[in-house]
């Protein structure tokens, strides 16, 4: 499966199927890195050379890129607890998405619940499985350039993360899905139930706390400080493993303007992430059904 604004490196093929020549049959599902082809020069259909944007928007969305698969997806994979093969590209065994129906067409995330019900359907057939990542699959895809784009994009996000934890709610802290019962769908729930109105109750009552006297400004200040620290040195952490693991970022400036979309995300870009990812828990409630689009400039015009 690939998407249409996406382009794989010359070797992407191979390196996805290699884990199945390798098989015994467990193999369902494979996932690789996706990298933001904003700013690169694409030709054919083929990726000719590798840049960094210096457009903020998408600068920002190669941190967020680099922190979700070189750190959470090969942690995920590590513990059997994968859920998600990205919709820009994974490779299926047929057969298996055959047995489960396919993918379903009542849910703007279509790629999570696919994959989440891979895991229910393998664990209640009590067949041995796996589903994997490999970080050296490259698939370069179009972020969206504006803000208008990613509300769009980000609210579906978080609207089909929702309706995936409605429809296999049966599997959060179920024993019987093992550790994706227990570990991988409470994981879930934390970040796409809870993540984002904790996320917003702090950035009330932090302030509040402080301006009321009951906490004191300088503890306040500590914790800003010791939050975007952290924040920051996750992203820095991801970039090292990225030059250390993929070396796709070619030159000292480029890796300077990634450091510095790292540490500037802080201060803007979450907060107005976390409205759109609000936007998207508002239309799940609303039971939407309609696909917002993201507009797209085309590798053409890249």
């Known amino acids: 499966m690939i998407d249409a604004d996406s382009i794989l490196e010359p070797d992407g093929l191979l390196r996805a199927a290699e884990p199945y020549m390798h098989d015994d ?71 298996a998405l055959l047995e489960i129906g396919g993918y379903r067409h009542d849910t703007v995330g279509e790629d999570l619940e696919v994959v989440v019900r891979l895991h229910r359907y393998m664990r209640e057939q009590k067949r041995d499985y796996a589903v994997d990542f490999v970080p050296d699959i490259v698939c370069w895809t179009e972020a969206p350039a504006n803000l208008a784009g990613l509300r769009n994009q980000r609210a579906r996000w978080q609207q089909g993360a929702l309706e995936t934890l409605v429809a296999h709610r049966r599997m959060i802290g179920n024993p019987r899905y093992g550790r994706v019962g227990m570990i991988g769908m409470p994981q879930l729930v934390l970040e796409d139930v809870i993540g984002a109105p904790a996320e917003l109750l702090g950035y009330i009552v932090v302030p509040a706390a402080a301006l009321l006297g009951v906490l004191e400004p300088p503890v306040a200040l500590a914790f800003l400080c010791l939050t975007v620290l952290f924040g920051t040195a996750l992203s820095f952490g991801s970039l090292a493993l990225e ?28 907060q107005v992430n976390l409205v759109y990812r609000l936007r998207g828990i508002r239309s799940f409630l609303r039971k939407e059904t309609a696909w917002a689009a993201v507009p797209r400039v085309g590798f053409a015009k890249a």
């Open 25 to 95: 049959g467990r193999l369902v599902a494979v996932g690789g890195t996706i990298r933001i082809a904003n700013g690169c020069t694409i030709e054919g259909g083929s990726l000719r050379e590798i840049a960094v944007t210096r457009e903020w928007v998408p600068r920002f969305q190669i941190v967020e890129y680099l922190r979700a698969f070189l750190t959470a997806r090969v942690a995920n994979a590590s513990f059997g607890t994968l859920l998600l093969i990205s919709g820009a590209f994974g490779m299926f065994r047929r057969s």
């Open 243 to 270: 030059e250390v693991q993929l070396r796709r970022t070619p030159t000292a400036r480029d890796l300077a303007r990634i450091g510095a979309a790292a540490f500037a995300e802080n201060f803007g870009f979450r």
